[in-house]
């Protein structure tokens, strides 16, 4: 950590730098289901700040696992060279256009002139595409498993934000912690029983 203060300075710069571990996708993919968890909930708290960032809400265009390091079991990003605040600007719905490989959403342009969530949306598609998609269900708790497909569902069609998705991942993570979610393993649910109520639970 270096310190920047002094008397002739009237603002203070502090930096601090953490050492990590290169994120590789198929290690990963190797660890534990609860490692894997921290990984997408430690993502989802910094989507979560730079949604409500001071600077205005804040997206990564260059959002790839290459881009993040692993400090203490926990994401961190390492290039905020291609990040930017900028909403981008519109007239109707039709510029509020999103393109990704597998798929393409429109968002509503607002009163201001501006893609509603633009900048939110698009770091969240691609925490699904890259992240969830592959480690929340992959090995999950039997029980836990449908809550775990409906955010991955969700979120790869935008149907969240980033506040409700982090709302969802709490919920998972409360179960996993109290050992709530062991009360439903020895349960055996008729087909759509367990869906439905994750689906009620989420709701209330």
């Avoid at 698009?122 to 498993?145: D, E, G, K």
Wanted: hydrophobic share 35%; charged share 20%; glycine share 4%.
């Amino acid at each position: 950590m270096i310190n920047v203060d002094s008397n002739d300075i009237s603002d203070t710069l502090t930096t601090i730098t953490e050492l990590g571990s290169p994120l590789e996708m198929i290690q990963l993919l190797q660890t534990s289901w609860e490692d894997r968890f921290r990984i997408c909930f430690s993502l989802v708290r910094l989507l979560h700040y730079l949604a409500h960032s001071p600077l205005g809400s804040v997206t990564l265009l260059d959002f790839r696992p290459r881009q993040f390091v692993i400090v203490d079991g926990e994401l961190k990003v390492t290039d905020l060279d291609d990040a930017s605040i900028e909403e981008t600007s519109c007239t109707s719905n039709r510029d509020c256009f999103m393109e990704f490989p597998a798929r393409n959403f429109s968002l509503p342009c607002s009163v201001e002139g501006k893609c509603q969530s633009m900048n939110e949306k698009r770091n969240l598609y691609n925490a699904y595409r890259f992240f969830f998609t592959y480690l929340l269900p992959h090995s999950a708790p039997a029980s836990l498993r449908p809550l775990l497909d409906v955010i991955v569902n969700a979120t790869g069609e935008l149907h969240w934000g980033i506040d409700t998705t982090v709302a969802h991942l709490e919920r998972v993570l409360h179960l996993y912690k109290s050992g709530l979610y062991l009360e439903n393993t020895t349960r055996t649910p008729r087909s759509g029983t367990v869906a439905k109520s994750c689906t009620k639970m989420y709701r209330a």
